[in-house]
């Protein structure tokens, strides 16, 4: 069977509604696609619906999205089983779980052998060996990266990642799905962390490095980044936005690929996710998100206070 035009598609299948699955269902959502959802922890999946309506609304609001809130939220249909993705129709299964690759080999080779021969996959891996996937998933030629930032609805970066088995009209039609949903692809090659995360990770953990030294405080290495760097979320705020553990799985994942010494986890970050620290989705990071508006810096004794 051809590969459809990104015209032609209407819905796309997603697996995983957490911190990024959720944020890409809106920006799908303001793509005027249908996505139909398998997500295993109700309790998520319930709190990011609600998210995915406070961003429409908080559009509208802003005067960024004139569309009918609930018609749109209409398009989101959540599935009682993982089985459902092979039945719902849509020609692209974007799977958004776990950073974790026995995880995600173990989905692509479920999904791979349930899912109709000709539906395309796309994985929002932060790091991961594309091909890996592409060989377990056993159609290598319909299956390509597509490393969306956070939030996708609101950044409009999107890293598309090839490798050689990939089909040139599946690349092209991703590249046009791109532009339907108002993202700027880029594309890189099967590299550890890709172009992102690559540098994105080092620069990271260096500033972790600093606040371990007790050089300077969460607050000040954030303002010097946003004032001076012009990063608007400075450092902390993005790897809470980003979450503790995420972020670790990423820098051991591009440990192992490269053992390059610039990916080694500085042991605050362990601390933090031993405590359920794992910033913004769990109200405590960095910064204490308590109130979402107003959020303050925790202070270095704080974070490394452990649970018993
Ligand atoms: N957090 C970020 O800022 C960020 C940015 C870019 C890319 N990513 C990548 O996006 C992916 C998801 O990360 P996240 O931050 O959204 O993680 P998350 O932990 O917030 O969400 C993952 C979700 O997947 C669900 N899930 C896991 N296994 C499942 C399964 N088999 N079936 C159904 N649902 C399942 C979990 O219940 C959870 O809700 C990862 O590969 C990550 O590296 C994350």
Not at 52 to 79: N, P
Not at 123 to 148: Q, Y
Not at 155 to 177: I, N, Q
Not at 252 to 266: F, G, M, N, S
């Amino acid at each position: 069977m051809s590969i459809p035009k990104a015209s032609d598609v209407k819905s796309i299948a997603l697996l995983g509604f957490g911190t990024m699955g959720h944020t890409w269902a809106t920006a799908l959502l303001l793509g005027d696609l249908d996505v139909h959802v398998w997500e295993a922890d109700r309790k998520m999946a319930d709190t990011n619906t609600g998210r995915v309506r406070g961003y429409l609304d908080s559009m509208q609001k802003k005067g960024k999205f004139s569309g009918d809130i609930d018609k749109t939220m209409a398009r989101l249909h959540h599935l009682k089983s993982e089985a459902e993705l092979s039945t719902c129709g849509a020609p692209i299964l974007l799977e958004v779980i776990f950073e974790d690759m026995k995880l995600k080999l173990d989905v692509f080779t479920r999904l791979g052998k349930a899912m109709p021969k000709e539906t395309i996959f796309w994985t929002n891996t932060s790091c991961l060996d594309i091909e890996k996937m592409a060989v377990a998933s056993g159609r290598p030629d319909k299956f390509i990266g597509t490393h969306g930032m956070n939030p996708v609805h609101l950044m409009r970066g999107m890293e598309v990642v090839r490798h050689p088995a990939l089909d040139s009209a599946v690349l092209e039609l991703t590249l046009g799905m791109m532009k339907r949903i108002d993202k700027d692809a880029f594309l890189t090659d099967n590299v550890p962390g890709f172009i992102v995360n690559n540098g994105l990770i080092p620069w990271l953990i260096h500033f972790v490095n600093m606040l371990q030294r007790r050089q300077a405080t969460v607050e000040d290495i954030d303002i010097a980044i946003s004032s001076c760097l012009g990063h608007p979320q400075g450092v902390f705020k993005l790897t809470d936005f980003i979450g503790i553990n995420t972020t670790i799985l990423v820098a051991e994942e591009l440990h192992k690929a490269t053992l390059d010494p610039r990916y080694i986890v500085p042991p605050l970050l362990y601390d933090m996710r031993k405590a359920g620290w794992d910033g913004f989705k769990t109200g405590r990071g960095f910064w204490d998100w308590s109130d979402k508006k107003n959020p303050k810096p925790v202070a270095y004794d704080k974070l490394c206070e452990r649970k018993a």
